[in-house]
């Protein structure tokens, strides 16, 4: 057997919480879990011969022959394996899921198994803390899907059959020696749940022009702000206001309110008035704005006259007058 690294295709398989499980259950896990495999090897059209499988208890690794093209297992594989995880976990209590990893590169066999950075770049992808987290968000999905950057850049970005790479998001992925960027993709979601610290969102589109800022000279100023209390409304504040209509007025039809209409609602519980609002246009003073974020009773303020220099006051009566004849005087 030759031991020369060929480019090929590298699939890691784990199911979720095997370690939970029981000896049976644990056995009729992993007879689920190669139906899975197999139902989407038949679906690529990939044959038995085509293919490399390692056991991993609960998981499984995969190398493709270089002849088999990549775009056959992240479409009609991956299809294949989903359509596969929902018919095999009808019925089950324990449904089966699964994280799936894929990376192509320089791999080499020999007679214990598969070796090269490709086949580990796979497994941790598969087994990273991102790709668990994103099981645990998406609680209700059978199967997790990763591929490595340069995969998806090199096929799933190209589409095809059953590629959709519109429903992939970017993340970090960081385990032991390895920090990557790698797509995450879980199907029928339109995005996977990714963690916060890890996600890459996408940058704001230029074509929304940005908010200039206002300087603080600039801005409304407001003082003299005081609540002031209204009566209590009847019966939990009104019709439309977080509460129930007042009983409407008895009398005959005609007294009080209208038969047949809707009492008015109840007053506000509050209100606000503000003394004095100016900026470097307008003021206003004495005004009041509801809880419902109406400002009414708009009162501007009138424009001020220049200020004028005050006229003197005249003299006290009994005060001396300038220049008047002296106490004595001409009589």
């Given at each position: 057997?030759?031991?020369?690294?060929?480019?090929?295709?590298?699939?890691?398989?784990?199911?979720?919480?095997?370690?939970?499980?029981?000896?049976?259950?644990?056995?009729r896990m992993r007879e689920a879990m190669y139906e899975v495999f197999e139902a989407g090897f038949t679906a690529a059209g990939v044959t038995e011969g085509a293919c490399h499988i390692e056991d991993r208890g609960d998981g499984v690794l995969v190398a493709l022959a270089p002849d088999v093209p990549a775009a056959h297992l992240v479409g009609p594989w991956l299809e294949g394996v989903y359509q596969k995880l929902r018919q095999v976990n009808e019925g089950r209590l324990e449904p089966l899921r699964m994280r799936v990893a894929m990376h192509a590169g320089p791999v080499a066999q020999d007679a214990k198994g598969l070796a090269g950075r490709a086949v580990d770049l796979a497994c941790r992808l598969c087994d990273s803390e991102t790709a668990r987290d994103v099981m645990r968000l998406a609680e209700r999905s059978p199967l997790l899907f990763v591929v490595s950057d340069s995969l998806y850049h090199d096929v799933v970005a190209e589409g095809g059959t059953c590629i959709e790479p519109e429903h992939y998001r970017r993340a970090r992925v960081s385990?032991?020696?390895?920090?990557?960027?790698a797509w995450f993709h879980v199907p029928r979601l339109p995005f996977p749940p990714l963690p916060a610290q890890t996600s890459h969102e996408a940058p704001p589109s230029p074509a929304v022009p940005a908010v200039p800022a206002v300087p603080a000279r600039d801005r409304p100023r407001a003082t003299g702000v005081r609540a002031v209390q209204d009566p209590p409304p009847e019966q939990g504040g009104g019709a439309g206001h977080g509460g129930t209509a007042p009983p409407p007025a008895s009398g005959p039809a005609g007294e009080g309110a209208a038969a047949g209409t809707a009492p008015a609602p109840a007053p506000y519980a509050h209100k606000y008035n503000f003394e004095y609002v100016g900026g470097d246009q307008q003021t206003f003073r004495n005004n009041t704005i509801r809880p419902n974020g109406d400002f009414v009773g708009i009162n501007k303020a009138p424009a001020q006259a220049p200020a004028r220099t005050p006229a003197?006051?005249?003299p006290a009566a009994d005060a001396p007058r300038t220049g008047s004849a002296p106490e004595g005087g001409d009589r």
């Open positions: 057997m030759s031991t020369e690294a060929l480019h090929r295709l590298v699939v890691n398989g784990d199911v979720c919480g095997s370690g939970l499980l029981g000896w049976r259950a644990k056995l385990e032991k020696e390895t920090d990557v960027e003197p006051e005249p």
